[in-house]
């Protein structure tokens, strides 16, 4: 089975390792939820086809008998490492294979009257042998994790004698305890064991007063344990019987060893099929759990979804419509921020990855999805702090990749394509980049701020627009989208809902759009309006003040002026205009200054008497002469030439 090829970090970016440990905790066995861990979506069609069908019928199953006997696996892992190491197996490890061998008959009986429900996976269950000659002599040997005295003759007559001799030494200990002479030197009259030895408790002043072996202090020191001399004797037969009964006991555990090994074969298929069956079921209880049912499988590059949800996001999601693969390859989704663009391309993800890992999704009626080979994303921030790398290089390595590994057979996710950068230069990078993936033939959904990127989608067959709802009342994003509909920032329409006046966000969507709009003011109160023309009533007062300052700032013919910017002096020649330009002699030429680029060095009036003639300081002598005569009347053939004041 060929897996999907995923980029480095698309499971944690679509959260899928998420999705399967929610999945793991519907398992009942460590080797079921050892076979989610390692679960990965497969490329192959016809597999797809049948895990999807397996989980159908499994869910069909439960909703018809909600108990499943699946509970003889616990414990199981650590049986199958004991296999042929040459030890005898523990009792509790036997009952383990026991438990196995009933759970797997009680599934046998239960899933043979399940094939009008699950006529697939019903016949799974012809895989698990009985083995009822094994699960006899077992459960004739083992009863309650201990093995039982008829396992064996020889073991049934040497714990019969060991209980007769166990009888003996409670006797004469019994004896002791009671003797009126030895009383005053006992703790207590219990009789207990230490290392298989049966012992009094006797004050330690008194531990001379009674004959016998002392095997045992208490941690005060006040009491010592005693094997009486008495049943010295007794208690060594006894512990030559022990001796037998271990022999025999381990005799007997290592022919019920060979007996379990001798059909390894078989329990490792009963196990590897009731796992399987475990694995099954958990995917059609998370399938309930989730509200999820089973997709249209096609074999075609397309994905189409109707009323889907984000499986981690439960009810709170925002049921999401999409479709590619149809009339268009690609979705380009444009809008503001916050407004669940991310959200819907990783729930088209997240669902594609878990179609093709045969699990039901949380969709409506109707949708379909294909088989992709890869399934490549690029979404958030993912900078490596290793490499020094900033955002926007990690991004664009990222990218980079996937442009490598793309094909015509490719699932491709980015999100916010071209941001972190200029906004020039990253929307003609986020263009370039969405051209070259649709000329490698990749099923794509992108989402971008960029609003040229919603023309170029426009005017482009492959590519299709959508935007996510935005509630212009409560200013909050719907979480919902819109097929075939360019987003919008909704910057205008927030700003005229908070209270901006409409003339200050025309101004603002002529200079962003180059084109004139009308607005009409939101607020309806009469305290609000007149908030809104007191927003103008202060741009007017500004105005005014700017007014004054600029006649306090005007300049008359020959006064002097710094001009900073040359390092030198000139003298006024022509006052300020409309636009605040003033024309200034400066060395014998004339030249046009900003207000804002000169300051007064001397007024005129300080540097010259009154009624001064200016032309003095402007015109050469012989304009000023002939001046003089045309002021007489007209001569003919004489003029004057003016250089340009420009």
């Known amino acids: 089975m060929e897996e999907v090829t995923l980029n480095e970090t698309a499971f944690k970016m679509l959260e899928f390792e998420k999705i399967k440990k929610e999945l793991a905790q519907f398992a009942l066995s460590e080797l079921a939820k050892g076979r989610i861990e390692k679960l990965s979506p497969s490329t192959d ?13 499994a869910k069909e199953i439960i909703m018809k008998s909600s108990s499943v006997p699946l509970h003889g696996l616990q414990g199981i892992s650590q049986v199958l490492k004991q296999f042929n190491k040459g030890i005898p197996f523990r009792p509790e490890l036997i009952v383990v294979i026991m438990d196995l061998l009933e759970s797997g008959k009680k599934l046998q009986q239960f899933m043979i009257g399940k094939e ?10 012809y895989s698990i042998s009985e083995l009822g000659d094994l699960f006899e002599e077992l459960s004739t040997c083992i009863k309650n994790n201990s093995i039982d005295d008829h396992a064996s003759k020889e073991l049934l007559k040497i714990r019969k004698k060991i209980r007769v001799l166990e009888d003996r030494i409670k006797e004469k200990l019994d004896t002791v305890l009671r003797s009126p002479a030895k009383r005053k030197y006992l703790q207590d009259t219990i009789i207990s064991q230490r290392d298989g030895h049966y012992v009094i408790a006797v004050r330690a002043e008194y531990r001379k007063n009674i004959k016998g072996q002392i095997h045992d202090r208490s941690a005060s020191g006040s009491t010592v344990f005693i094997e009486p001399e008495e049943v010295r004797r007794v208690q060594t037969e006894l512990n030559e019987l022990r001796a037998d009964e271990y022999l025999e006991e381990q005799r007997i555990l290592s022919t019920l060893t060979g007996l379990i090994e001798s059909r390894q074969h078989e329990l490792t298929i009963n196990v590897e099929t009731m796992a399987h069956y475990d694995f099954i079921f958990a995917k059609a209880k998370y399938s309930m759990s989730i509200g999820a049912r089973e997709v249209e499988l096609v074999k075609r590059n397309m994905i189409k979804i109707n009323e889907g949800k984000h499986p981690l996001l439960g009810v709170s999601a925002v049921p999401l419509q999409v479709a590619i693969g ?3 390859n690609s979705l380009v989704i444009t809008g503001p921020n916050t407004g669940g663009k991310t959200v819907a391309i990783k729930t088209v993800g997240l669902l594609a990855l878990m179609v093709q ?5 949380p969709v409506g009626k109707g949708s379909k999805f294909g088989v992709f080979e890869k399934v490549l994303v690029d979404i958030g921030d ?3 702090i290793e490499q020094s790398l900033s955002t926007f290089s990690s991004r664009i390595t990222n990218i980079i990749e996937i442009l490598k590994d793309t094909n015509s057979n490719s699932l491709v996710i980015i999100d916010e394509l071209g941001s972190g950068t200029d906004p020039g230069e990253g929307m003609g990078l986020a263009v ?5 993936l649709n000329g490698q033939g990749a099923t794509m959904l992108a989402t971008t701020h960029y609003s040229e990127i919603k023309a170029f989608a426009e005017n482009h067959p492959d590519f299709c627009n959508g935007s996510m709802e935005f509630d212009l009342i409560t200013l909050k994003p719907l979480y919902r989208l819109i097929m075939g509909k360019a987003g919008e920032s ?11 006046h409409p003339s200050i966000i025309e101004r603002a969507h002529e200079v962003t759009y180059k084109e004139k709009k009308k607005y009409e003011a939101f607020q309806r109160d009469s305290k609000a309006l007149l908030a809104q023309e007191q927003q103008l009533e202060s741009t007017q007062t500004l105005k005014k003040k700017a007014t004054k300052t600029k006649v306090s700032s005007d ?8 001009i900073p910017s040359m390092d030198t002096t000139g003298i006024v020649f022509k006052p300020e205009d409309e636009s605040g330009n003033l024309i200034v002699m400066v060395k014998g030429e004339k030249m046009k200054l900003n207000h804002k680029r000169v300051s007064l060095h001397l007024p005129a009036r300080e540097l010259y008497p009154e009624g001064y003639d200016f032309d003095i300081l402007f015109e050469t002598k012989e304009d000023r002469k002939k001046k003089r005569q045309m002021e007489k009347g007209h001569v003919e053939g004489l003029s004057i030439e003016y250089a340009s004041e420009e």
């Open 326 to 328: 149809e009339d268009f």
């Open 45 to 57: 069609y016809s597999v797809v086809r049948n895990w999807l069908s397996e989980t159908t019928e």
């Open 357 to 361: 890992s045969g699990m039901h999704v």
């Open 490 to 500: 909704q910057a205008f329409s927030i700003a005229l809902r908070l209270g901006l």
């Open 432 to 436: 370039s980049i969405l051209e070259q």
């Open 382 to 384: 993912g900078q490596s």
């Open 555 to 562: 300049y008359s013919i020959g006064d002097s002026v710094n």
């Open 116 to 125: 009008y429900l699950a006529p697939q996976i019903s016949t799974y269950v």
